[in-house]
């Protein structure tokens, strides 16, 4: 006689795995292709804009013209050797600056709030940036690093940042990795910390314009910004989001829980550990280079998902060029409010995003992570 086949002599069924769903991805949200074609036109237009306008009146068509001669390689009259310094010299790197430094902290904003799952977090909740004022004071304050020249104030503070990096990471870390409450509890005691030695420092240099411009970096400032510093901080901010994006899938899971995670195979202790050291390392290089601009990582990454949704797939697509564009106007306000005197970029991003934050807030059911 034939024995019937059992379940247990059946061969095992192969089952795709599970596609990760996001809160909030059965609602309407815009399409991303169209969203990040009209976001490059307008991070384009933006470029310009902060290219043509300033303290110094260049017109619309010399501006254009000097643009066009550099970007050809043409010659320049020697009648505009002072304009052609300040569109290529000044006003381009700073836009340029600008626009990676702000690509940069909304790409991390989004990494920090799935790595801690908290809707407060944003590149700074880590304490990398109080940790980079001090070494960033040290120099502006008192003298440390002088020999360096023009490079000492970003090596000091991108050298500083790390040291932070490294003593968050050692303390926040247990026999079960990083997990987000010890992170937040860490980075938060330790940027304390930090400011505490920073407002040491403030007090006690001498008043006059070694403190104005500790204050204006502490407030995040792109007025220092060269050509020298734009490669160094583009490849970072480009790989750091190209990392993200790979891992988008695994962000998602992330974003349900580690339990959750676990399930659909993903090691949230070591992605956590991944994600705390680019997140680091890209926060690190922007702050040293512009200083603590505050608001941009914490407003942007919750602004796309109100369009686009939650999926990290569609937001890390999205929120570096919305961040881009943030803070290009931004610093175009900065320079143009008091011209010829400036304000912190900081200042005008907090005036700007928090109405605006709360505007959107209140437009609909929003919570973290869709609606």
């Known amino acids: 006689?034939?024995?019937r086949p059992q379940a247990k002599d059946r061969p095992p069924v192969h089952r795709s795995p599970p596609r990760i769903s996001t809160p909030g991805s059965g609602t309407a949200h815009l399409a991303v292709a169209p969203l990040v074609l009209g976001l490059t036109l307008l991070l384009l237009v933006s470029l310009v804009c902060g290219v043509g306008l300033g303290a110094a009146g260049i017109g619309w068509a010399d501006v254009l013209r000097l643009l066009?001669?550099?970007?050809?390689?043409?010659t320049v009259a020697a009648g505009d050797a002072a304009a052609y310094t300040i569109v290529w010299e000044i006003r381009l790197p700073r836009v340029v600056l600008g626009a990676v430094v702000g690509?940069?902290?909304?790409?991390v904003g989004v990494a920090v709030q799935a790595m801690v799952r908290n809707a407060l977090a944003d590149p700074f909740v880590l304490g990398i940036s109080s940790g980079a004022a001090v070494g960033a004071n040290a120099v502006i304050l008192l003298g440390v690093f002088a020999g360096l020249g023009v490079w000492a104030l970003s090596l000091s503070a991108f050298a500083s940042a790390l040291a932070a990096t490294a003593l968050v990471y050692a303390m926040a870390r247990s026999p079960h990795g990083l997990t987000p409450l010890r992170l937040i509890l860490t980075g938060t005691a330790l940027a304390y910390g930090f400011e505490a030695v920073t407002t040491v420092m403030v007090f006690g240099a001498a008043r006059g314009e070694a403190a104005r411009s500790a204050i204006m970096w502490l407030l995040g400032s792109l007025g220092g910004a060269t050509w020298a510093q734009v490669p160094l901080a583009a490849v970072t901010v480009a790989a750091g989001w190209a990392w993200l994006r790979l891992r988008a899938e695994s962000l998602n899971a992330l974003a349900m829980g580690d339990e959750t995670s676990a399930a659909l195979g993903v090691q949230p202790a070591r992605l956590r550990r991944e994600l705390f050291l680019v997140t680091a390392a890209v926060t690190g290089t922007v702050v040293a280079v512009s200083g603590a601009i505050g608001f941009v990582g914490l407003m942007v990454p919750h602004v796309?998902?109100?369009?686009?949704?939650a999926d990290h797939r569609r937001v890390l697509a999205v929120a570096p060029l919305a961040g881009a564009v943030l803070l290009v106007w931004a610093d175009l306000l900065s320079r143009l409010l008091?011209?010829?005197a400036e304000l912190p970029v900081g200042v005008i991003t907090a005036v700007v995003g928090v109405p605006a934050f709360v505007l959107l807030m209140r437009r609909g059911g929003y919570a973290f992570g869709g609606r």
């Open 1 to 3: 006689m034939f024995r």
């Open 68 to 74: 066009g001669a550099g970007l050809t390689g043409g």
């Open 304 to 309: 796309v998902r109100m369009l686009v949704g």
């Open 103 to 107: 690509a940069g902290l909304a790409a």
């Open 338 to 340: 008091l011209a010829p």
